[in-house]
T-cell receptor
């Protein structure tokens, strides 16, 4: 069973059309939840770390939130340059690994 | 150079070849990682080095052999690979503080094709 499930797999938005990406997780003890952005042919770029339920972080048009079972990445008034794959990963207290979801591929059209 | 660098960026090799991937981090971190990224699959952790000591090996086949000579450099030695090993190989680094592994910073990856 996957520890991290991201939805939707793909999302197409018009420029300026706000939406949210979902990351649901099942771990016994969450040390941290991480959001990354990955452009084609490049390595993931770190965006946010969230540690506890209720925590929120913002960066430009992106806002990440965390509950005990899921995290949302809200994208407000997106621009074409926000097009990328967004990856979610969780880290448990019991290990060192980041367990990644399969990602959401976002396309923002002008 | 800044961040995490990887060379080569692209590699094509036959199944009988031996090659090495190189990673260097310029962030002053003390932990380094190798990940494999295949199409339609999540990133898979392969190896973890903390203070140059290998602390995790996620059941990776022996045809992949890591080496970490110091906290800034990480290698992945490849030999007798299979076509299914074709993937993007990503290196990452992070700062470990009192057992807490914080956010990881990734290099651009090496696109490996095994013929």
């Amino acid at each position: 069973e996957d520890q991290v499930t991201q939805s939707p797999e793909a999302l197409r938005l018009q420029e300026g059309e706000s939406s949210s990406l979902n990351c649901s997780y099942t771990v016994s003890g969450l040390r941290g939840l991480f959001w990354y952005r990955q452009d084609p042919g490049k390595g993931p770029e770190f965006l946010f770390t969230l540690y506890s339920a209720g925590e929120e972080k913002e960066k430009e048009r992106l806002k990440a939130t965390l509950t005990k079972k899921e995290s949302f990445l809200h994208i407000t008034a997106p621009k074409p340059e926000d097009s990328a794959t967004y990856l979610c990963a969780v880290q448990e207290y019991s290990g060192y690994a980041l367990n990644f979801g399969k990602g959401t591929s976002l396309l923002v059209t002008p | 150079e800044t961040g995490v660098t990887q060379t080569p960026r692209h590699l094509v090799m036959g199944m009988t070849n031996k090659k090495s991937l190189k990673c260097e981090q310029h962030l002053g971190h003390n932990a380094m990682y190798w990940y494999k990224q295949s199409a339609k699959k999540p990133l898979e952790l392969m190896f973890v080095y903390n203070f140059k000591e290998q602390t995790e090996n996620n059941s990776v086949p022996s045809r992949f052999s890591p080496e970490c000579p110091n906290s800034s450099h990480l290698f992945l030695h490849l030999h007798t690979l299979q076509p299914e090993d074709s993937a993007l190989y990503l290196c990452a680094s992070s700062q470990v503080l009192q057992g807490s592994y914080n956010e990881q910073f990734f290099g651009p990856g090496t696109r490996l094709t095994v013929l």
